[in-house]
């Protein structure tokens, strides 16, 4: 079975760009989140679909980034115009049940960077 | 401020050798700890969940603690091989019913474990 899958694995694009990333979640899998590391930082969650609804996007940085999960199949994270602070890696993660301990996989990861 | 603390940043050990890493957490009320190792250019794999309830619990080589008093948790490896140089991260997640949410998880920064043969 496919893991978490993501798209592209790197991303070079300057300031003032527009930039989307992709994300395929484990089929079945009804959540799934988005989180990120900046350089030197913790990972930070972004936000969390519940099929196509967005259940919590409490850590979205501002209105530069717009997710969407339509069908609710895979999402896509635009970043848009991209910002020099916005460089880092973008996870994306899926799990099938919800609840405290739901266990989440998480994609590869994708670095971008703003240059 | 809910935070993760981990210690040490990194460490460098010898193949078969033990080592035990340690996390501190302020977040309060949480849910549960775990911690997940992430290979250099992919993405976090868990290997322990813990409910506040529960001491300990082992993956293999891999044995996690936890006390939910003095809000520390280790995990030790056992006879370390190669493979397991990776960042380990600690993560802790929110209580939901005191507005915490599913996926809002706080992560420490980890520690790079280095295994040398």
């Known amino acids: 079975e496919a893991g978490v899958t993501q798209f592209p694995s790197h991303s070079v694009i300057e300031k003032g760009q527009t930039v989307t990333l992709r994300c395929d979640p484990i089929?079945?899998?009804?959540?799934l989140y988005w989180y990120r590391r900046v350089m030197g930082k913790e990972i930070k969650f972004l936000l969390h679909?519940?099929?196509?609804?967005?259940?919590?996007e409490s850590g979205m940085p501002n209105n530069r980034f717009l997710a969407e999960r339509t069908g609710g199949t895979y999402s896509t994270l635009k970043v848009q115009p991209a910002e020099l602070e916005d460089s880092g890696v973008y996870f994306c993660?899926?799990?099938?049940?919800?609840?405290?301990?739901?266990?989440?996989?998480f994609g590869q990861g994708t670095r971008l960077t703003v240059v | 401020k809910n935070q993760v603390e981990q210690s040490p940043q990194s460490l460098i050990i010898l193949e078969g050798k033990n080592c035990t890493l340690q996390?501190?957490?302020?977040?309060?009320?949480?849910?549960?700890l775990r911690w997940y190792k992430q290979d250099t250019g992919r993405g976090p794999v868990s290997l322990t969940i813990?409910?506040?309830?529960?001491n300990t619990k082992s993956n293999g080589r891999y044995t996690a603690t936890l006390d939910a008093d003095t809000k520390q948790s280790s995990l030790h490896i056992t006879a370390s091989q190669l493979s397991d140089s990776a960042s380990y991260i600690c993560?802790?997640?929110?209580?939901?019913?005191?507005?915490?949410?599913?996926?809002?998880?706080?992560f420490g920064k980890g520690t790079k474990l280095s295994v040398k043969p």
């Open positions: 089929s079945g899998h009804d959540n």
């Open positions: 993560v802790v997640s929110p209580n939901l019913h005191y507005g915490g949410s599913q996926g809002n998880l706080i």
């Open positions: 813990m409910t506040f309830s529960e």
């Open positions: 993660a899926s799990s099938q049940v919800e609840g405290v301990l739901a266990e989440a996989f």
């Open positions: 996390c501190n957490y302020t977040v309060s009320p949480f849910s549960n």
């Open positions: 679909f519940v099929k196509e609804s967005k259940q919590d």
